[in-house]
């Protein structure tokens, strides 16, 4: 381990509430543009639906693009710190692009938007990898952290960006986000003193503590493979749900799932903070949560049983299994990856919840495939236990607590 020359716990609880508000202005965004381009009465674009959808697909195919772009640039080039800085400031002139309403000025301003997210995105979880590189054994609460900030940003985004734009005007509301991302930029701005000395220059300097290349594009490759075989299968499951039970997903709504997953947040959390369990023994636990929730809504179709019920139950698990899966792949890359390509390592890793969506989103097959989900699930997790069960117990290590 290199010395510490920087202060690890100020600048940390900064670098969340920045990507917290950095989430904030882009979902909100996300929220009005559809609408934005697709109105025609009240200052919109006014372009047909078709085109609106088919521009709104490749956006977001571009972004997730540019997440690696983003990365690369960080390692080989200027460093996590300054790529963050440049992707806010990027966005936040992307934001005010739009609005000033014309087809040539969209283009340009979601471009710069796109590009922006890119740089900003994986820089934020390689910055805290940087602060905390002599306390792993916090990563797991601090990814925690960044995983209820973020979706705390997320719920309230439509909510203040998009009452704005409803009652306000378009304009206004795109105003907003880039009010928003600034703040970020000038949160991370201002915590340059306390940021590690390896977020301020390229990773590939650091290739002297770097691990071994082989190793760390190992784990990137396993974490990439589970996260988007987890994520194409929660798409699947939630097609599922909507698609079979719509009446009463639509009852119970979107803020209890979300709401599930920030006490879940909240509880792991303090969890990890005081017990450090092996990493992959919580992937598998994730996996078999999420298989636990299948059967218990297949045998309950089975049995006519309270669909309601159970439907909250599952929700609840799959909450659970969320927020395990997405906090321990961030760290076991943290901790394990490659350290001259973290902020590339990052980016792939959350590329392949792009791969997910896209795959889940061309899988159906009605209430068939409830007990499929189940047993491929609870399968990845078995093995996984016994791969884990395995290495501690041939290289001497302890079951179940890390050391």
């Not at 994520?231 to 079979?244: D, F, P, Q």
Request: with cysteine.
């Amino acid at each position: 381990m290199c010395e510490v020359t920087h202060s690890p716990t100020k600048g940390i609880g900064w670098l969340l509430l920045a990507n917290c508000l950095e989430r904030l202005a882009y979902y909100g965004f996300r929220a009005i543009l559809v609408l934005f381009l697709i109105d025609q009465g009240s200052g919109g674009v006014g372009w047909p639906t078709d085109k609106t959808l088919e521009f709104y697909g490749e956006f977001t195919a571009y972004t997730y693009l540019a997440v690696i772009v983003g990365g690369l640039c960080a390692d080989f080039l200027v460093g996590a710190y300054l790529s963050t800085l440049l992707g806010a400031a990027l966005m936040a002139l992307g934001y005010i692009g739009l609005t000033f309403i014309d087809s040539q000025s969209i283009y340009y301003a979601t471009s710069l938007i796109a590009i922006g997210t890119g740089l900003f995105k994986p820089n934020i979880p390689a910055m805290i990898a940087h602060q905390l590189q002599n306390f792993p054994e916090k990563l797991n609460s601090v990814f925690t952290g960044q995983y209820l900030l973020i979706n705390i940003g997320a719920l309230l985004a439509p909510i203040i960006v998009g009452a704005t734009a409803e009652h306000v005007g378009w304009s206004t509301g795109f105003a907003l986000s880039a009010a928003v991302v600034s703040a970020a930029f000038l949160i991370i701005l201002s915590q340059s003193k306390h940021l590690s000395k390896q977020s301020k220059q390229s990773n590939i300097k650091t290739k002297e503590q770097g691990g071994n290349l082989f190793a760390g594009i190992g784990v990137v490759v396993v974490t990439f493979v589970l996260s988007a075989l987890f994520w194409a299968y929660y798409e699947v499951g939630a097609s599922l749900l909507y698609g079979s039970f719509s009446e009463v997903m639509n009852d119970i709504g979107l803020i209890f799932s979300i709401t599930s997953v920030l006490v879940t947040c909240i509880t792991c959390f303090f969890l990890w903070w005081f017990f450090k369990i092996r990493s992959w023994y919580m992937v598998a636990l994730s996996f078999s949560i999420y298989s636990i929730g299948w059967f218990f809504l297949n045998y309950s179709i089975s049995n006519e049983w309270n669909i309601r019920q159970i439907i909250i139950l599952v929700m609840v698990l799959h909450a659970i299994a969320e927020v395990i899966c997405s906090v321990i792949f961030m760290s076991i890359i943290a901790k394990k990856g490659f350290k001259p390509l973290i902020s590339t390592s990052f980016a792939i890793h959350l590329y392949a919840s792009a791969l997910a969506n896209f795959a889940g989103s061309h899988f159906t097959d009605g209430n068939k495939s409830l007990e499929a989900l189940g047993w491929v699930c609870l399968t990845v997790g078995i093995l996984l236990m016994l791969v884990q069960y395995s290495y501690n117990k041939f290289s001497g290590k302890k079951p179940i607590l890390a050391t």
